[in-house]
């Protein structure tokens, strides 16, 4: 049935799926075939039949590339034999270690392996411990085991660091050179109380041109982003360990920076009361908060504060309160910018863009990276006002670059696939929400369905839903537009510091200014990378690229690869410290509602800890259950009883997987807990010690049993104490 090549993705419970090259459905490995292959290997396929449901089964012809990466798992002693059990449950074969080859680390130690022998049908793969990283349970081991899990740079290169160290440690004289000088005016970083690096400074001021009737109103918008690309230059160990990162990975306590400290902290962030480069784009926005005139210049800035997200809110929300009177020769300007803030929203409203009620939480940990609490963000105006802005600057640099007509990086994100679309609207029918969505929908008809629904118990989840009904955004040389913000062109500007797109877009916009063209340049290190899934396909048909375009292109693909990585890593941080936040609740009752549902069971958020687990669908009752895909639900044949996204349920945390990220909930059976429902109170019921060790107990033998197997708003400004510098007003480019 033909030949393929592809990468293998292994599946935690034995079997494989081959992501073709050429992009066509992936090719299901069976266990057996598995046992010759590892995740991530580069295999060649051959199709030799096809399931029910038209997906192809294929058996490996070829091993072309093994992955060389190290893996990650815990040194165990079984059966007389040493053997290291990836964390990674996708590698599917525990990995047998010579007793000369331990490095010396104990029994349960958290070691880094690498191949000496690569699997066969007949055997286990063969390794050396390469590092001993430490306990399971040492303070910040989960983000040591996810930046190996998913191969994070974590360690800058010796010439990357010696050329960071040489860097002077201001600005100097020469750096001022053709640069407008906006030190005197105040502007302000606006960040979280737990920010580091500030790579964006804002300020507005009331701005008027003309007499009489026909005199413009509106505001003067400056947003002052940090001039990276000052210090890091094309070709140069800053630049490859920044294009190799291509973003920096957040987790909770740390951070794996995309530049070194000196820059990411230092020169580069707009600290307050010193002198800082930047790239500027300085704005004419209008009462109805269209942008009138813009331009861009390089520009020499000094942070008159660095105020916090509470702060601000604080200052909107009373300019007589003691947040308003210590800041008070900046709350004129606060003020500007609200209001400024607030014209833009007219213009957010008119343009159909999407703006969903979803909530995000914050992992707050103590002193050890253990989980204290999980709390909502609180998203204030103070949060609105800076995003608007960051908006602003986002799409002029967009148009800049488009009108100019030089390749650049867009960010790009494309509406509902009409599979998608379908099945939306499936689901939101049988939620209530009766619609007809469109069959190119806009996204004005999304916003309209998030704010018909904005009111409801279960907005939350519609809101999820229509978020998850759209493809996800990434970066291209092919401008196609952003359609949750409804933008004609769009692209990232606001943070060179932890982002390589807007390092390019930087690089891009002082070259248009210049008259010059910027090239990227190949290299081995600046490589496209390989194919990931869920990565975009050239569509059918389409003409062959130029060489420019295409190493743009590559470059594009690089850094959505790396974005999808940093996500993936940041995450499963996350869900590993929620599974070992969850253990101490075993037996516990808790209300949730129910966020997703599949063929196997229904998926519950948790209220009061906002941790999401599984009820799988033998832990409903004792009748059978059958999944309609067109509602979205799951329906008792005998008693009718249906569980759809929105449901209220009450559910006993039974199990915890640390190493599969898993929490496992059973559904308390009606009339247990209801007085503690209507209450929204928790309970560990009698025994509840007992069952946890029993649940132990019974994760130590499954594992056992595994490996086993595996095995055969505005007020006067007040004057600048120093006259004015000349500064250009943005007039010469005019939106049409």
């Given at each position: 049935m033909g030949e393929y090549e592809g990468r293998v993705e292994g599946h935690r419970d034995g079997h494989g799926l081959v992501f073709l090259d050429h992009g066509e459905a992936p090719v299901y490995l069976a266990p057996q075939e598995m046992r010759s292959v590892l995740h991530r290997d580069r295999v060649r396929v051959r199709i030799l039949r096809h399931d029910r449901k038209g997906r192809p089964e294929g058996r490996v012809l070829d091993i072309l590339e093994r992955r060389k990466t190290p893996i990650i798992g815990r040194l165990l002693h079984e059966g007389g034999q040493w053997l290291v059990a990836p964390e990674d449950s996708r590698y599917g074969q525990d990995i047998l270690i010579p007793k000369n080859a331990t490095a010396s680390a104990a029994v349960g130690k958290v070691v880094s392996v690498e191949l000496t022998e690569p699997p066969s049908l007949h055997s286990q793969p063969v390794g050396r411990v390469a590092e001993v990283l430490g306990e399971i349970d040492d303070a910040g081991m989960e983000i040591e085991i996810a930046v190996r899990k998913y191969e994070v740079p974590h360690e800058f290169s010796a010439p990357t660091l010696a050329q960071?160290?040489?860097?002077?440690?201001?600005?100097?004289?020469?750096?001022?050179?053709?640069?407008?000088?906006?030190?005197?005016?105040?502007?302000?970083?606006?960040?979280?109380?737990?920010?580091?690096?500030?790579?964006?400074?804002?300020?507005?001021?009331?701005?008027?041109?003309?007499?009489?009737?026909t005199a413009f109103e509106g505001w003067r918008l400056i947003v002052a982003i940090a001039d990276v690309s000052h210090y890091v230059k094309p070709g140069e160990p800053l630049d490859d360990d920044a294009y190799e990162r291509a973003t920096?990975?957040?987790?909770?306590?740390?951070?794996?920076?995309?530049?070194?400290?000196?820059?990411?902290?230092?020169?580069?962030?707009?600290?307050?009361?010193?002198?800082?480069?930047?790239?500027?784009?300085?704005?004419?926005?209008?009462?109805?908060?269209?942008?009138?005139?813009?331009?861009?210049?390089?520009?020499?800035?000094?942070?008159?504060?660095?105020?916090?997200?509470?702060?601000?809110?604080?200052?909107?929300?009373?300019?007589?309160?003691?947040?308003?009177?210590?800041?008070?020769?900046?709350?004129?300007?606060?003020?500007?910018?609200?209001?400024?803030?607030?014209?833009?929203?007219?213009?957010?409203?008119?343009?159909?863009?999407?703006?969903?009620?979803?909530?995000?939480?914050?992992?707050?940990?103590?002193?050890?990276?253990?989980?204290?609490?999980?709390?909502?963000?609180?998203?204030?105006?103070?949060?609105?006002?800076?995003?608007?802005?960051?908006?602003?600057?986002?799409?002029?640099?967009?148009?800049?670059?488009?009108?100019?007509?030089?390749?650049?990086?867009?960010?790009?994100?494309?509406?509902?696939?009409?599979?998608?679309?379908?099945?939306?609207?499936?689901?939101l029918r049988s939620l209530g929400v009766a619609v007809n969505l469109s069959d190119d929908?806009?996204?004005?008809?999304?916003?309209?369905?998030?704010?018909?629904?904005?009111?409801?118990?279960?907005?939350?989840?519609?809101?999820?839903?229509?978020?998850?009904?759209?493809?996800?955004?990434?970066?291209?040389?092919?401008?196609?537009?952003?359609?949750?913000?409804?933008?004609?062109?769009?692209?990232?500007?606001?943070?060179?510091?932890?982002?390589?797109?807007?390092?390019?877009?930087?690089?891009?916009?002082?070259?248009?200014?210049?008259?010059?063209?910027?090239?990227?340049?190949?290299?081995?290190?600046?490589?496209?990378?390989?194919?990931?899934?869920?990565?975009?396909?050239?569509?059918?048909?389409?003409?062959?690229?130029?060489?420019?375009?295409?190493?743009?292109?590559?470059?594009?693909?690089?850094?959505?690869?790396?974005?999808?990585?940093?996500?993936?890593?940041?995450?499963?941080?996350?869900?590993?410290?929620?599974?070992?936040?969850?253990?101490?609740?075993?037996?516990?009752?808790?209300?949730?509602?129910?966020?997703?549902?599949?063929?196997?069971?229904?998926?519950?958020?948790?209220d009061a800890l906002y941790v999401d687990g599984l009820v799988h669908i033998t832990e409903l009752g004792g009748e059978y259950y059958r999944f309609d895909e067109a509602r979205g639900e799951l329906r008792g044949e005998r008693t009718g009883i249906r569980y759809a996204v929105g449901a209220r349920v009450r559910v006993q945390v039974s199990r915890v997987d640390l190493d599969g990220r898993k929490i496992d909930f059973r559904m308390v059976r009606e009339g247990e807990g209801d007085k503690l429902l209507a209450r929204g109170e928790r309970v560990r019921p009698a025994g509840a010690a007992a069952e946890l060790a029993q649940v132990q107990a019974s994760d130590r033998a499954e594992k056992a049993r595994t490996r086993t197997a595996k095995s055969g708003p505005a007020e006067r400004v007040p004057r600048s104490r120093k006259p004015a510098p000349q500064r250009p007003v943005p007039k010469a480019r005019t939106r049409r």
């Open positions: 960071a160290a040489s860097l002077p440690e201001r600005v100097r004289p020469a750096d001022r050179r053709h640069r407008v000088d906006l030190t005197d005016v105040p502007l302000v970083t606006i960040d979280g109380e737990d920010a580091r690096d500030f790579d964006d400074a804002v300020y507005c001021e009331p701005f008027k041109r003309g007499r009489g009737k920096s990975v957040y987790f909770p306590r740390r951070v794996i920076p995309m530049l070194p400290e000196k820059l990411s902290n230092g020169l580069c962030s707009l600290n307050p009361q010193v002198e800082r480069l930047a790239m500027v784009c300085d704005m004419i926005v209008g009462t109805d908060g269209r942008i009138d005139a813009y331009q861009f210049y390089s520009g020499v800035i000094n942070s008159h504060a660095r105020l916090t997200y509470t702060e601000v809110a604080a200052v909107l929300a009373n300019t007589r309160g003691p947040e308003a009177e210590r800041r008070a020769d900046l709350v004129p300007h606060l003020l500007h910018l609200h209001e400024v803030y607030r014209a833009l929203l007219k213009q957010r409203a008119r343009r159909g863009a999407v703006d969903f009620e979803t909530t995000e939480t914050q992992i707050v940990c103590d002193d050890n990276g253990r989980i204290e609490k999980i709390v909502p963000r609180t998203r204030t105006e103070a949060h609105r006002l800076i995003e608007e802005s960051m908006l602003a600057a986002n799409v002029c640099a967009a148009e800049f670059i488009a009108q100019a007509e030089h390749p650049c990086l867009f960010r790009v994100h494309e509406g509902p696939t009409p599979e998608k679309r379908i099945a939306l609207q499936a689901m929908p806009r996204p004005a008809e999304i916003q309209a369905i998030a704010q018909a629904t904005q009111d409801r118990p279960d907005a939350t989840q519609i809101h999820t839903l229509l978020l998850r009904s759209m493809q996800q955004a990434i970066y291209t040389v092919h401008n196609s537009g952003h359609f949750g913000l409804a933008y004609e062109a769009y692209t990232h500007f606001t943070s060179p510091i932890r982002r390589y797109p807007d390092l390019l877009v930087h690089r891009v916009i002082k070259a248009v200014l210049a008259g010059r063209r910027y090239h990227l340049a190949a290299s081995e290190k600046t490589r496209a990378p390989e194919p990931r899934k869920g990565g975009r396909l050239p569509a059918k048909g389409a003409k062959p690229m130029s060489q420019e375009t295409a190493l743009w292109e590559a470059a594009g693909g690089h850094c959505s690869a790396n974005e999808r990585r940093a996500d993936e890593a940041s995450r499963d941080v996350e869900a590993w410290l929620k599974c070992r936040y969850m253990r101490e609740h075993l037996g516990e009752e808790f209300s949730g509602t129910v966020s997703a549902v599949t063929a196997f069971g229904l998926f519950v958020t948790l």
